[in-house]
Nanobody, 116 residues
């Protein structure tokens, strides 16, 4: 059974930081491209950052220079370090695992709220 379990969300003031974690089981983690997506109320889910099996990262422009994705293959875990958080970063953040010829896998999501 495949499981992706996110943690690390919460309430933070503007300018603050959070570190999200997504621990997986049931997949060969090291071969998957891992991604973080977010969905704000009334908006579509959008990609935030991704990291390939070889460690190549990609961030969307809205978070460039503020968010960093990384992975620890020994722990089957992907991270999202979020710095200089803005109110517009408020959303539910989802972990995603992608591999060609396999279905996408998703976590249950973790709420991030940026507010003073």
């Amino acid at each position: 059974q495949v499981q992706l379990v996110e943690s690390g969300g919460g309430l933070v003031q503007p300018g603050g930081s959070l570190r999200l974690s997504c621990t997986t089981s049931g997949i060969i983690f090291r071969i998957y491209t891992m991604g973080w997506y977010r969905q704000a109320p009334g908006k579509q889910r959008e990609l935030v950052a991704s990291i390939t099996s070889s460690g190549t990262t990609n961030n969307v422009a809205a978070v460039a220079g503020r968010f960093t994705i990384s992975r620890d293959n020994a722990k089957n875990t992907v991270f999202l370090q979020m710095n200089s958080l803005l109110p517009e970063d408020t959303a539910v953040y989802y972990c995603n695992a992608k591999f060609p010829t396999k279905p996408d896998y998703w976590g249950q999501g973790t709420q991030v709220t940026v507010s003073s």
